[in-house]
C-alpha cells in the first residue's frame, strides 16, 4: 500500500527563520515519483517539486530546498529566510498507478 | 499556455439534489482527475480520465460519475448528494499519466449541501 504521512499539523514561525518540513512516505514499488505542492488560503494547488527515485540528488531553488533520502524513506522540503507569502498549507504527495497519495499537510503560518 | 480551469467556484445545494461540476484542461493536457478535499484533510482521488475513458477510480461510491469530451474538458457528477459530500473538489490535468508526469490543479470549487 501507498501512504504519505505528514506528522506536523502546523507550524509557526517568525519571518525570516529557516523551516523544514517533514514527508515520510511508503510504497512497494522501486520507481516511484514524489511531489509537493503549496495550498495557499485561496484553494488551488501549486506545484513545486516533483522527484523521481532514481534521483537523490538534493535540489535547491532560490529560498526552496528538498532533502530526498531513500534509506529513511522521507522527502522533505526546507524554505529558507521564510516570508509572509510562504503561509499557506504543504503537501507531500507520491504518485499511484492513476493518482496521487496525498499526506494530510501542514499549515504553515509565517508571523511578520 | 491557459491553466485548468474550473467552474462554478462555489456551489450551495441541499441533500438529495444532483450537481455537475466543470473543468478545462490545461492546453495540451489529455488527462484530467478529479480529487475531493475534506476541511482540514488532503485531496482524496475521485477518478481519472483518459481520452474520453475512465482510467483509474477511487473509493467513490457510483453516484459519482464523469464525463471527459473530445476536447478534453471533463465534468464530474453527483447524484443524491449527502451532508458529507461538502468540500471542495479539485480538477488536475495532465499529459498522459505514465513516467510520472506532473498534475496541475485548478482552484477548485467549494460545494457546500445544506
Known amino acids: 500500500a501507498q501512504k504519505v504521512t505528514q506528522a506536523q499539523t502546523e507550524i509557526s514561525v517568525v519571518e525570516k527563520e529557516d523551516v523544514t518540513l517533514d514527508c515520510v512516505y511508503e510504497?512497494?514499488?522501486?520507481?516511484?515519483?514524489l511531489f509537493w505542492y503549496k495550498q495557499p488560503p485561496s484553494g488551488e494547488l501549486v506545484f513545486l517539486i516533483r522527484?523521481?527515485?532514481?534521483?537523490?540528488q538534493n535540489e535547491i531553488s532560490g529560498r526552496y530546498s528538498w532533502n530526498f533520502q531513500k534509506s529513511t524513506s522521507s522527502f522533505n522540503f526546507t524554505i529558507t529566510a521564510s516570508q509572509v507569502v510562504d503561509s499557506a498549507v504543504y503537501f507531500c504527495?507520491?504518485?499511484?498507478?492513476?493518482?496521487?497519495?496525498f499526506g494530510t499537510g501542514t499549515r504553515l503560518t509565517v508571523i511578520p | 499556455e491557459t491553466g485548468v480551469t474550473q467552474s462554478p467556484t462555489h456551489l450551495i445545494k441541499t441533500r438529495g439534489q444532483q450537481v455537475t461540476l466543470r473543468c478545462s484542461s490545461q492546453?495540451?493536457?489529455?488527462?484530467v482527475s478529479w480529487y475531493q478535499q475534506a476541511l482540514g484533510q488532503g485531496p482524496q482521488f475521485i477518478f481519472q480520465?483518459?481520452?474520453?475513458?475512465?482510467?483509474g477510480r477511487g473509493n467513490f461510491p457510483p453516484r459519482f460519475s464523469g464525463l471527459q469530451f473530445p476536447n478534453y474538458s471533463s465534468e464530474l457528477n453527483v447524484n443524491a448528494l449527502e451532508l458529507d459530500d461538502s468540500a471542495l473538489y479539485l480538477c488536475?490535468?495532465?499529459?498522459?499519466?505514465?513516467?510520472?508526469?506532473?498534475?496541475?490543479f485548478g482552484p477548485g470549487t467549494r460545494l457546500l449541501v445544506l
Open positions: 492546453s495540451g493536457h489529455n488527462t
Open positions: 504527495a507520491l504518485r499511484g498507478a492513476n493518482n496521487l497519495f
Open positions: 522527484r523521481n527515485s532514481f534521483d537523490e
Open positions: 488536475a490535468s495532465s499529459l498522459a499519466w505514465s513516467g510520472g508526469e506532473t498534475q496541475y
Open positions: 480520465y483518459y481520452r474520453e475513458e475512465e482510467n
Open positions: 510504497t512497494r514499488d522501486t520507481t516511484y515519483y
